[in-house]
């Protein structure tokens, strides 16, 4: 059993940063390659980026690249998402997730543990 719980979420202006925290619980974090998730009102939850379980290798959405960012602190059980020149069109619930067997999955599905949320709100 994993937890994990996001923070860092807010309210900001068209070209402003948040970096996003996901603190895990549980089983060993290191074990898991961890995922980052949004979604907006009315629209299905999309696959944002992803770290794998050493740090090492990530992977995103072509809507974020460039701009988000991906890291992983294994002694501190953290996954962060940071999130630069942010977009109206960002705005979103965000989730991490861990769980998946199939690498940095961009399938929701394939993942089993989830956070609860944490809004993300870009002004225009």
């Known amino acids: 059993q994993v937890q994990l719980v996001e923070s860092g979420g807010g309210l900001v202006q068209t070209g402003a940063s948040l970096r996003l925290s996901c603190a895990a619980s549980g089983r060993a974090f290191s074990s898991y390659n961890m995922g980052w998730f949004r979604q907006a009102p009315g629209k299905e939850r999309e696959f944002v980026g992803g770290?794998?379980?050493?740090?090492?290798?990530?992977n995103f959405a072509d809507s974020v690249k460039g701009r988000f960012t991906v890291s992983r602190d294994n002694a501190k059980n953290t996954v962060y998402l940071q999130m630069n020149s942010l977009k109206p069109e960002d705005t979103a619930v965000y989730y991490c997730?861990?769980?998946?067997?199939?690498?940095?999955?961009?399938?929701?599905?394939?993942?089993?543990?989830w956070g609860q949320g944490t809004q993300v709100t870009v002004s225009s």
């Open positions: 997730a861990t769980g998946s067997t199939l690498g940095i999955s961009k399938e929701a599905l394939t993942y089993i543990y």
């Open positions: 770290v794998d379980r050493s740090g090492s290798l990530t």
